[in-house]
């Protein structure tokens, strides 16, 4: 009886193991990272806001070394600011060159004056819209040194 007993508990423990749900509330785990100036950038926190009545602005803050709450900012790390447009259309960079609309992204690094305008190859959506977040996928790149691949969350902080 106790063998039976130990093989019903190890069955069980197995299925349970095994048939474990995914934790991760079906959010994408797909986190982005890049580089910007060929300083490594995984994503720390987002913030947006609406800045007319057709566009966002964007800013995601690296998350090391200073990694930052959502609606804080930090000027010491590298970030990306770029104004997306008010839709959940995928949005193709102008491989023309940079460009003053909607479709530029910019790099900003503290230790440099210039910023890069990421605007050649790729692209970004808005995959999902909530009251207080947006969630955005992005996949593009300017050089070696400067491109971007993966999802993140941003909080409505203006």
Not at 67 to 96: G, Q, R, W
């Amino acid at each position: 009886m106790l063998r039976l007993l130990i093989i019903i508990f190890l069955g069980t423990t197995l299925i349970v193991s095994c048939g474990k749900d995914d934790e991760s509330g079906g959010e994408n785990n797909n986190v982005m990272t890049g580089q910007i100036r060929g300083v490594d950038f995984t994503f720390g926190s987002a913030r947006y806001g609406s800045i007319s009545t057709d566009l966002y602005r964007v800013i995601v803050s690296n998350a090391g070394p200073l990694l930052v709450e959502p609606c804080d900012s930090n000027t010491k790390d590298i970030y990306i600011d770029f104004k997306p447009k008010k839709t959940t259309d995928k949005i193709n960079m102008n491989p023309a060159g940079a460009s003053t609309g909607p479709n530029t992204v910019v790099h900003h690094h503290p230790d440099f004056f210039e910023n890069i305008v990421i605007d050649r190859t790729g692209y970004y959506q808005i995959t999902m819209e909530k009251d207080s977040t947006l969630t955005i996928e992005m996949d593009y790149k300017f050089d070696d040194k400067n491109f971007m691949k993966g999802t993140f969350v941003a909080a409505r902080c203006f």
